[in-house]
C-alpha cells in the first residue's frame, strides 16, 4: 500500500508540538559567549561547528547543556543539532553568530616573565580538570564577581607583549585588587584544584556541575582544599602576584564543556577607568 504524498511529507517533519521542544539562549549570541540549550527527554547530545557536548535531564523531563561559541569562530549562521542516545539528528535549528568586536591589548612584560611557561604537570592537572564533566549542576543564577575590584584587562582581547603579537586572546578577565583581599566563588561547586604552579601561581579550579567550571590565578594563598564543597560567595583564596604576572591582581576563567567563554555574560564587571554611574534620584527637599 502506498502512502499518500500528504502522509509522507508529514512524517519527514518533527511537529510544532515537538519544535517546542528544543530551544537556546541568549537569543542573540556573540563570539565567545555560552548557549543554554534545552531540548527534549529524548536528547542524549547536541551538536555545532564540531563541538559535540553533553545534555542533562532536568526535573520537569527536558535536558540541558552550555554549548560554547569559540573567541574566533567567524560570524555567520550554523546549525546546532539535538542528537540521541545512538547518535541520529532528531531536532535542528539555525544559530546566528554575531561579531563581538574583541579589541587588542598591549601588556609591557618583562624578559623573564615572558620566558615563564607552564611545567609538564601543571598543563596536564588543567587539561585533565577542562575535559572532566560532572552531571550534577550546583551553580544557580545569578553569579557573583570573585572580587569588588574594576576589570582592568577584558575576556577575548588579542594579547601582544612588549608591541609584539603573541597569536593568543585573553582567556578570561583581570580584576584589580591588593594582595590578600578575598577570592570569593562566583557559584556552587566542588574545589578540584588548589595548588602552586609555576605559569598560573597560585590556581583554584572550581567545578559547578554539568559542564560549569571556573579556574582563579596568581594568587598568594589558598583558603580551600581539593574535594572541598563551596557555595556561591565562600572565600577560596587571597590576591597574590605569583606566577606570571606584572603586580597584585586577580586573573580568572569561565569555562562551558572545557572552552573559555565569557566571564561579562554571567558577571556585571566594571571596566577600570569607566565613569561612574550619575545617581538621578532626585534629593527630596523639605518646605520651610
Known amino acids: 500500500m502506498r502512502c499518500p504524498l500528504s502522509l509522507a511529507i508529514a ?5 510544532l508540538a515537538q519544535a517546542q521542544d528544543f530551544s537556546f539562549t541568549p537569543a542573540v549570541i556573540r563570539q565567545g559567549e555560552a548557549l543554554k540549550l534545552h531540548g527534549s527527554k529524548e ?26 561559541v569559540g573567541v574566533e569562530e567567524a560570524p555567520g549562521d550554523y546549525p546546532l ?32 616573565l615572558s620566558t615563564l611557561h607552564a611545567t609538564t604537570d601543571e598543563a596536564e592537572t588543567v587539561r585533565a580538570f577542562l575535559k572532566s564533566v560532572s ?15 574594576c576589570m582592568n584587562s577584558p ?16 582567556g578570561g578577565v583581570d580584576q584589580r585588587g591588593a594582595t590578600g583581599t578575598p577570592i570569593h566563588a562566583v557559584a556552587a561547586g566542588t574545589i578540584r584544584i588548589s595548588r602552586m604552579f609555576r605559569l598560573r601561581g597560585g590556581t583554584v579550579a572550581i567545578d559547578h556541575g554539568q559542564g560549569l567550571e571556573t579556574i582563579y590565578m596568581h594568587m598568594s594563598k589558598f583558603a580551600g582544599e581539593e574535594g572541598q564543597q563551596v557555595q556561591a560567595g565562600d572565600v577560596i583564596g587571597y590576591v597574590g602576584s ?9 586573573h580568572w576563567s569561565l569555562y562551558a564543556n572545557g ?20 545617581n538621578k534620584a532626585k534629593a527630596k527637599t523639605t518646605k520651610k
Not at 512524517?11 to 511537529?15: E, Q, V
Not at 605569583?242 to 586577580?250: E, W
Not at 567563554?261 to 565613569?275: E, F, H, M, R
Request: hydrophobic letters at 35%.
Open 155 to 170: 575576556f577575548g582581547a588579542s594579547r601582544l607583549h612588549n608591541g609584539k603579537l603573541t597569536g593568543d586572546y585573553h
Open 242 to 250: 605569583t606566577g606570571r604576572a606584572t603586580g597584585p591582581h586577580l
Open 43 to 68: 536528547s542524549a547530545k547536541a551538536r555545532m561547528h564540531g563541538v559535540t557536548i553533553p545534555l542533562f535531564a532536568e526535573p520537569d523531563g527536558s535536558t540541558f547543556g552550555l554549548m560554547p
Open 259 to 278: 572552552r573559555p567563554v565569557s566571564p561579562n555574560q554571567w558577571v556585571k564587571l566594571t571596566p577600570c577607568g569607566a565613569p561612574a554611574r550619575r
Open 11 to 15: 512524517l519527514s517533519f518533527p511537529t
Open 81 to 112: 543539532e539535538f542528537l540521541d542516545h545512538a547518535g541520529a539528528v532528531i531536532h535542528e535549528i539555525t544559530v546566528t553568530v554575531h561579531d563581538a568586536h574583541y579589541t587588542k591589548q598591549d601588556i609591557v612584560i618583562s624578559q623573564q
Open 135 to 149: 552531571p550534577v549542576r550546583h551553580w544557580e543564577e545569578p553569579f557573583r564577581a570573585p572580587l569588588a575590584g
